[in-house]
């Protein structure tokens, strides 16, 4: 039976076990070899000695190239060298598929990541590539754990949809029709004739059919896919992405953040735990002081903010930015990296933002010109989650609706929920591309997912 190279422990020191995986490197000599191989269960390679008493070691030593998969089975010992505690001596090695070293991409010199993004398919045997897909797993983990351990229930949402849940108009539209020759009517296009009767895309947010469920079964999330067609080519967007969306029911944007906050330090403590190789490699190599930073991350308690009392410390930082700063804008990149870079260092959550820059579920505050809205800010990202308290009044939901100039046959379904016994609720959307770069400290968001798309690029 195969044992994983991250399950081999000193107390396996030995016996006789079968390994699987590709190798990385190889070195041969006339009578001896050094194999290292990955199975991509752990960031540290896993060491086998090759010598000439191996029937095939002739063989082994020309084909045992960069790539090649292997099986090899043979006595775990002790290592003499640095760098591992043990090692195999082969009594069988088996090379199950070649690798042609001529033509393999994966040459032992650094590529850069850009590159890497041209063969996605291969890119996940790296160092860095694995370590993330690692990372992002002990993430996803970490989520379901958190939420399950609170009693949240974990629901799926569509994803086609009819609504806009941000009303920002960026979605990808779903359609059978004959993009040549569509149906019309009077010089539009007909989508009664569509797939489903009715004009459909790919949905921005859960948010909305999440609300559904939390109306009904108090804490909700969701963990999915999902789409937006802004034309954004920067290192924090993607069209295609996963979102964590938690719903609350009786809970005010106080619950809201205390549970965005706890949340991610969790997902951070976890990955800390669970991966720690892979941490230590983006330690020393992507972002010095990585570690350091995320231990901080859980310790202290994040920082509190208001819109208002933001654009006050904008206005007073001693720096011009290329944006300029007054009541109302939406916060750029720069005005984010300067509040949490600079200002706080550390997490902060602002809160209560001007109306007209939120979507038009957000509650009202008192004075008629904030809305309950709170965002998650870090280092590196920017908004890592944006989340609300939503407007459970009918009358002022309406009323809001009508002055966006929203289509209210759309969310007929969404109005009852404030119709049948509404309740104070609140939730946060976290963007889960945006965690992976958060906590493993990589420069952009398209290597954060296993096959990126973005503008002009759906390839793989
Ligand atoms: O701030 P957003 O647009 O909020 C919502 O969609 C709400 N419905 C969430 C809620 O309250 N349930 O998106 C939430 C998060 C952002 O904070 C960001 O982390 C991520 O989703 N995000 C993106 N991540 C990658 N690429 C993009 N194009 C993203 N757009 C948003
Ligand atoms: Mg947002």
């Known amino acids: 039976m195969r044992i994983k190279i991250s399950q081999i422990t000193t107390s396996d020191i030995g016996k006789e076990l079968t390994v699987k995986g590709w190798i990385k490197t190889s070195r041969f000599s006339k009578n001896f070899g050094f194999v290292e191989i990955n199975d991509g269960s752990q960031f540290n390679n896993f060491q086998v000695i090759v010598s000439e008493d191996l029937k095939n070691f002739e063989d082994a030593s020309k084909l045992a190239t960069t790539g090649a998969s292997v099986s090899v089975s043979g006595k775990l010992v002790a290592s003499p060298g640095k760098g591992q505690a043990f090692e195999m001596q082969a009594k069988t090695f088996d090379i199950i598929g070649l690798c042609d070293p001529e033509t393999y991409p994966l040459q032992k010199k650094k590529h850069t990541l850009e590159f890497l993004r041209t063969i996605a398919h291969l890119r996940p045997r790296t160092n860095t590539?694995?370590?993330?897909?690692?990372?992002r797993n002990a993430l996803a983990w970490a989520t379901h754990e958190f939420f399950q351990k609170r009693g949240f229930i974990y629901v799926n949402t569509p994803i086609i949809t009819g609504s806009d849940c941000e009303g920002a108009g960026e979605m990808f539209r779903v359609s059978t029709l004959d993009a040549k020759n569509p149906p019309l009517i009077d010089g539009k296009v007909d989508f009664s004739q569509d797939y489903f009767g009715k004009e459909t895309f790919l949905t921005v947010s859960g948010q909305l059919n999440g609300e559904c469920y939390a109306l009904a079964l108090s804490d909700i999330y969701t963990f999915g896919p999902t789409f937006r067609g802004e034309n954004s080519n920067t290192s924090r967007h993607l069209s295609e992405f996963w979102m964590i969306e938690p719903e609350m029911a009786f809970a005010e944007l106080s619950d809201?953040?205390?549970?965005?906050?706890?949340?991610?330090?969790?997902?951070?403590?976890?990955?800390?735990?669970?991966?720690?190789?892979?941490?230590?490699?983006?330690?020393?190599?992507?972002?010095?002081?990585?570690?350091?930073?995320?231990?901080?991350?859980?310790?202290?308690?994040?920082?509190?903010?208001?819109?208002?009392?933001?654009?006050?410390?904008?206005?007073?930082?001693?720096?011009?930015?290329?944006?300029?700063?007054?009541?109302?804008?939406?916060?750029?990149?720069?005005?984010?990296?300067?509040?949490?870079?600079?200002?706080?260092?550390?997490?902060?959550i602002l809160t209560n933002y001007p109306k007209e820059i939120k979507a038009f579920y957000m509650k009202e505050d008192a004075d008629g010109k904030t809305v309950a809205a709170m965002d998650t800010l870090v280092a590196g990202v920017g908004e890592i989650l944006g989340g609300s308290q939503r407007e459970d009044n009918l009358d002022l939901l309406t009323k809001k609706m009508d002055h966006l100039g929203l289509n209210k046959e759309n969310y007929w379904w969404y109005l009852e929920l404030r119709k049948y016994g509404s309740v104070p609720h609140a939730g946060f959307g976290l963007g889960f591309e945006r965690l992976v770069v958060f906590t493993t400290g990589i420069d952009n968001i398209r290597d954060a997912i296993p096959f990126p798309r973005y503008p002009k690029h759906a390839d793989f």
């Open 129 to 135: 590539i694995g370590a993330i897909a690692r990372v």
């Open 256 to 348: 809201d953040m205390e549970c965005a906050q706890s949340y991610l330090k969790h997902c951070v403590k976890t990955a800390l735990e669970k991966c720690p190789q892979d941490m230590e490699f983006f330690d020393k190599f992507v972002e010095p002081g990585l570690i350091k930073r995320l231990q901080h991350v859980i310790e202290s308690p994040f920082e509190h903010l208001t819109y208002t009392h933001a654009i006050d410390i904008l206005k007073k930082a001693p720096k011009k930015f290329d944006y300029p700063v007054s009541w109302g804008i939406d916060l750029q990149s720069e005005h984010e990296k300067y509040i949490v870079e600079e200002h706080c260092k550390k997490p902060v």
